[in-house]
């Protein structure tokens, strides 16, 4: 099995298994204190579960090729952002069922008034981290598309650099040619010169050795 397949595999383990967690959440208010001390120890556990294939997948990723290896962290990322979030949740759920059981129990000595002020603080902070957890949510979504954007652009200059990089190596090419060439051509030239000089050596010695002839001809005559 590859580590790719490896790591959908437990993407597809933290999918069930966070669904599961936040089922378990929403029950916390409907529950008995026994029932709701057993719930709680369950998702205590569940939790370090959670972590624990976070940290599986982080260590897969590292055997994955580079190409991939930031799409697949940027994922593990978000999964991690999001169990920080169940556990603010689940902490919150916590307090807010811990001051009604206090509110319950304090209902007998009179501090009616006092627990639901304290209750009513936590279900406003619970609003103000629902409304912060959403903005959060989305600045990493935007994030993500950010960094997808950069990772293209990335990807765009590694090509440009590389067809620069062949341009440049057949410019240097196309320039040893023309030297090549160039040197060719001065040795054609030189040689050019000295056929030339030798053809006009021969033609003088010839006229010089002609006038020669005719000179003792006429003499002779």
């Known amino acids: ?8 595999q437990y993407e597809q383990q933290y999918a069930v298994s966070t669904a599961d ?4 959440i929403a029950k916390l208010a409907a529950v008995d204190r026994g029932e709701k001390k057993f719930l709680v120890q369950e998702l ?3 939790t370090e579960e959670l972590k624990e294939l976070l940290e ?3 260590l ?3 055997e994955v090729d580079q190409s991939t290896r930031p799409k697949l962290k940027t994922r593990i990322e978000s999964h991690r952002a999001e169990l920080s979030r169940l556990e603010e949740e689940f902490k919150l759920k916590m307090s807010v069922n811990s001051v009604n059981d206090s509110y319950n129990s304090s209902e007998l000595f009179g501090e009616l008034s006092m627990r639901e002020e304290q209750k009513q603080r936590l279900l406003d902070s619970s609003e103000k981290f629902e409304r912060s957890n959403n903005k959060l949510a989305a600045s ?3 994030l993500l598309e950010t960094e997808e954007m ?11 650099r590389e067809t620069i990089q062949k341009s440049r190596s057949r410019l240097r090419e196309t320039d040893a ?3 090549r060439s160039s040197r060719i051509l001065q040795a054609m030239i030189s040689r050019t010169r000295q056929h030339k000089l030798i053809l006009s050596t021969a033609v003088g010695v010839l006229s010089i050795v002609i006038l020669f002839s005719l000179y003792i001809a006429i003499v002779k005559s």
């Not at 950069?150 to 440009?160: A, I, M, N």
């Open 21 to 24: 967690f936040t089922a378990k």
């Open 140 to 142: 990493y979504s935007v």
């Open 56 to 58: 599986q997948m982080e």
């Open 60 to 62: 897969e990723v590292r």
């Open 1 to 8: 099995m590859s580590t790719t397949n490896l790591i959908d």
């Open 44 to 46: 205590e556990k569940q």
């Open 177 to 179: 040619d023309l030297s």
């Open 150 to 160: 950069g990772h293209s652009v990335l990807r765009d200059l590694h090509s440009q």
